[in-house]
């Protein structure tokens, strides 16, 4: 697999991590587990993981296998796309320990990613990157590897979307939990988040008319396949589809 692969990574993988390491044993100082997903085409998309258990001494370490053998085995009979990718770490820095837990991945699935989340909050952010492990060595010669940084970047389902952006609501309040909205509500929402982008998007236009911007012509794409998405409708046939869909 080339350096040059994206790592793309789901929200829900990274509440269960972040779950997993909360409900951790008092004596562990980090949470290991497997990553799920697909490869394609230089993209490793992350859809799921789960939280395996095990111990780390000074000179080895000790994985439940079995365990993630049986879980993963169950999660295939609900959903038969998701494969191993790889596995996941809590924490900033890839540990000696982190090698030897590779090669287990390594033998379940080619190349396997290696993705690690700061718990620690170092820079006050939950850092996450990825790594895939290289060898390395001259000819003749000793040979070894390393984990190389690859590129890595969030990806939302809709419907994830709509989950973060609530769970975002309790940023800065002293209140940890917020009621879903009635149906409405978010369409009321949403209009007024739609008027705002509108407005961005007609001062983009008239600027370029004007010629005090540079036009984009990636920019011109978009807004034309937003135009044709638009479906046509009457007043009365959006009228009907709103009242039978608002609850």
Known sequence: MALNILVKVHPVVLFQIVDAYERRNADAHRVIGTLLGSVEKGVVEVTNCFCVPHKEYEDQVE???????????LNRRVNIQEAIV???????????HSSVIHEYYARE?????????????QGARMGIKAYLNVPI???????????????????????????????????????????PMMDLAQVAEASEKLTGLL??????????LAGRTQPDNAVGRALLGMINSVPKMTPEEFENMFNSNVK
Do not use: R
């Not at 790889?86 to 000696?96: L, P, R, Y």
């Open 199 to 208: 407005d961005s998007v007609l001062q983009y236009v008239e600027e370029v």
């Open 109 to 121: 699935c080619s190349n396997p990613i290696h993705l690690t989340l700061d718990t620690t909050l």
């Open 86 to 96: 790889g596995w996941w770490a809590t924490g900033n820095e890839v540990t000696s």
């Open 137 to 179: 060595g001259v000819p003749g010669g000793k040979s070894g590897c390393m984990f190389t940084p690859v590129n890595v970047e969030m990806i939302c389902y809709e419907p994830e979307i709509v989950g973060v952006q609530l769970s975002q609501k309790t940023m800065g309040l002293s209140k940890k939990t917020v009621e």
């Open 63 to 73: 994985a439940e296998l079995n365990y993630a053998m049986d879980l993963y085995d």
